[in-house]
């Protein structure tokens, strides 16, 4: 087994173990998109866990380290990466930012919060990758202000195909701990799902879209 694939592995576990991922194909959760999902993804809850955020935040400060060595400076997106993002900055002793989805509407109405220098190169650290396209108006803010972005580094990823493809068009490099396809593997060979389970789930990501629940 490769370190990458170890890796996603161990992060699935963890995800499972404390139950920040959640897989209930009989009883659906509704995604604020509309979308009914056999799956809910609550990574925050990770902070609330010391030997496992230690483990993420070292595993993305490593792949950030090994992959972009030219990083000046780490931004994480508002709310769910703000926890984690700051804990990798920390590690790599670099400067660190937030960005809001939009600006405020008060105040200085800032989008990006946080001291930045728009000449330093920035690694954008994401909690969790559905279609990409909140993480991407990141990513835009901060292009915004003249910052070279030199990709996105996320916790968990659904794998979509859209987002790769959102991703593309966007020209952002996206790199992943874990994704859908190493939960369902993890979730089957610990026995967290049912093997008929298992079809549920992959018909799902297929098309989340327009999937729904056997009635």
């Known amino acids: 087994m490769s370190m990458e694939s170890s890796t996603a ?22 995604w604020a998109s509309g979308w009914q999902s056999p799956i809910y993804c609550d990574n925050r809850i990770t902070l609330s866990y010391p030997k496992i955020r230690k483990f993420l935040c070292n595993s993305m400060a490593q792949k950030i380290k090994t992959r972009y060595s ?3 400076a780490i931004a994480g997106v508002a709310t769910g990466a703000i926890g984690i993002g700051m804990l990798v ?12 989805p939009a600006p405020k509407k008060h105040g200085r109405q ?6 930045f220098d728009p000449t330093a190169p920035t690694v954008v ?9 909140s993480s991407l108006q990141a990513v835009e803010a901060l292009r915004k202000e003249n910052i070279n972005v030199l990709g996105m580094v996320s916790l968990f990823s659904y794998e979509f195909d ?22 369902i593997d993890t979730a089957i060979a610990t026995n967290y799902i049912a093997p008929e ?9 297929k098309a989340p879209e327009l999937w729904a629940p056997k009635s």
């Open 70 to 72: 030219e990083v000046k």
């Open 162 to 183: 859209v987002a790769a493809q959102n991703m593309q068009e966007a020209n952002i490099e996206l790199t992943t701990l874990s994704g859908y396809n190493a939960l």
């Open 197 to 205: 389970q298992e079809e549920v789930l992959k018909k799902w990501r």
């Open 110 to 115: 800032n989008q990006i919060e946080g001291h």
């Open 125 to 133: 650290v994401e909690d969790l990758i559905s279609t990409g396209k």
């Open 9 to 30: 592995q161990q992060v699935a576990e963890y995800l499972l173990q404390i139950k920040a991922i959640k897989l209930k194909p009989e009883n659906p959760f509704t």
């Open 89 to 100: 900055a920390d590690a790599l002793d670099l400067p660190f930012m937030y960005v809001r």
